[in-house]
C-alpha cells in the first residue's frame, strides 16, 4: 500500500498546518500574557490597598501605596491588552517572506 498524496490533499494540509501555527503564534503573544498576569496582579494589590489599615499607612508616611501600585498595574495590563485587542499578530504570509538566494 503506498501513500500517494494529490496536490490538492497537500495544499489543504499546508493550510491547516498555517492555520494552527497562527492560532498558537496569537495564543502565546506575549502581550496578552503580560497583561494578563499585570491586570491579575493589579487586582490583587489594588484589593489590599483597599482594605489596608491605619497602621499600613503610617508605615508609608499617609501614602496607600498598595492601591496606587495596584492601580498602575492595572492600567498597564489593559494597556498591554487594548494593544493585543488593537493591533493583532497577523503570522507572515509565504510571499512576504525573504526567498533564499539559488545558488
Given at each position: 500500500?503506498?501513500?500517494?498524496?494529490?496536490?490538492?490533499?497537500?495544499?489543504?494540509?499546508?493550510?491547516?498546518?498555517?492555520?494552527?501555527?497562527?492560532?498558537?503564534?496569537?495564543l502565546f503573544d506575549i502581550?496578552?500574557?503580560?497583561?494578563?498576569?499585570?491586570?491579575?496582579?493589579?487586582?490583587?494589590?489594588?484589593?489590599?490597598?483597599?482594605?489596608?489599615?491605619?497602621?499600613?499607612?503610617?508605615?508609608?508616611?499617609?501614602?496607600?501605596?498598595?492601591?496606587?501600585?495596584?492601580?498602575?498595574?492595572?492600567?498597564?495590563?489593559?494597556?498591554?491588552?487594548?494593544?493585543?485587542?488593537?493591533?493583532?499578530?497577523?503570522?507572515?504570509?509565504?510571499?512576504?517572506?525573504?526567498?533564499?538566494?539559488?545558488?
Amino acid at each position: 500500500m503506498s501513500d500517494h498524496y494529490s496536490d490538492r490533499d497537500v495544499q489543504r494540509e499546508v493550510t491547516e498546518l498555517e492555520k494552527n501555527s497562527a492560532t498558537a503564534a496569537r495564543l502565546f503573544d506575549i502581550r496578552r500574557i503580560i497583561g494578563g498576569l499585570f491586570v491579575v496582579y493589579g487586582v490583587i494589590v489594588t484589593v489590599a490597598g483597599l482594605t489596608a489599615s491605619d497602621a499600613d499607612r503610617t508605615k508609608t508616611q499617609g501614602i496607600n501605596i498598595n492601591l496606587w501600585t495596584g492601580l498602575g498595574m492595572l492600567a498597564l495590563g489593559l494597556f498591554f491588552l487594548a494593544w493585543l485587542w488593537l493591533r493583532p499578530l497577523t503570522p507572515p504570509t509565504p510571499a512576504a517572506e525573504e526567498k533564499e538566494p539559488a545558488e
